[in-house]
């Protein structure tokens, strides 16, 4: 099936701890996102790729960080810089200005 | 900077209504919308994407306008039912090479059965 997959669906991160999710996808798009949703705020964007090997940081970057390495993977760090890192976080892609779609969500939650 | 406002931020009707879901941007210079539903604890679907050159997109019972020189969109649902019951979300991508997508807070909408 055709789609964007995010790993793990539930993350729980110590204090201190960097932690990696993992995003997906198989449909051959060239831009990839990552959004921070909490509750009562709209998605907020961290970072965006639109070719391999280059990204460019959104309006939250701070305390995150991306690589692309590969067309199809966008996995996003949560660093220990983050203070507020429990939040849902979405992946997306798209072809270049075109329809966007999403992954299901990974929630994080600092313990 | 963009801003996109979606009002009410939460609405219910019966089933069976016609409903509209507003959406406002206040730079008119906007490449396309894109109207997403998301279930709770899920990510977001897709629904309906409109160009800045359309007037109106449908799909199903689904019918999506834009009105850029006022900085509006709607989103008709028509013959609503109780699986309708989501957040609605509208994102704009503001020129052509400009990846970023700004969304809206949502409007969360219930139908009544």
């Known amino acids: 099936d055709g789609g964007i997959t995010q790993s793990p669906k539930y993350l729980f991160r110590k204090e201190g701890q960097n932690v990696t999710l993992s995003c997906e996808q198989n449909?051959?798009?060239?831009?990839m996102y990552w959004y921070r949703q909490d509750p009562g705020q709209g998605l907020r964007l961290i970072y965006y790729s639109q070719i391999v090997n280059d990204f460019q940081k959104g309006d939250i970057a701070e305390g995150y960080s991306v690589s692309r390495e590969k067309k199809e993977s966008f996995p996003l760090t949560v660093t220990s810089a983050q203070k507020n890192p429990t939040a849902f976080y979405l992946c997306?892609?798209?072809?270049?200005?075109?329809?966007?779609?999403f992954g299901q969500g990974t929630r994080l939650t600092v313990v | 900077k963009q801003e996109v406002t979606q009002i009410p931020a939460a609405l219910s009707v019966p089933e069976g209504e016609n409903l509209v879901l507003n959406c406002s941007f206040t730079?008119?210079?906007?490449?396309?919308l894109q109207w997403f539903r998301q279930d709770p604890g899920k990510g977001l679907t897709s629904l309906l994407l409109i160009q800045s050159s359309q007037r109106e997109q449908t799909s199903g019972r689904l019918n999506a306008s834009l009105d850029k020189s006022s900085g509006r969109s709607t989103l008709y649902i028509a013959a609503s039912q109780p699986g309708d019951s989501a957040t609605y979300l509208c994102?704009?991508?503001?020129?052509?090479?400009?990846?970023?997508?700004?969304f809206g807070t949502g409007t969360r909408l219930t139908i009544i059965p």
């Open positions: 730079d008119s210079a906007i490449y396309n």
């Open positions: 449909l051959n798009h060239d831009a």
């Open positions: 997306a892609s798209s072809r270049q200005n075109t329809e966007a779609f």
């Open positions: 994102a704009v991508r503001r020129d052509f090479g400009n990846e970023k997508l700004t």
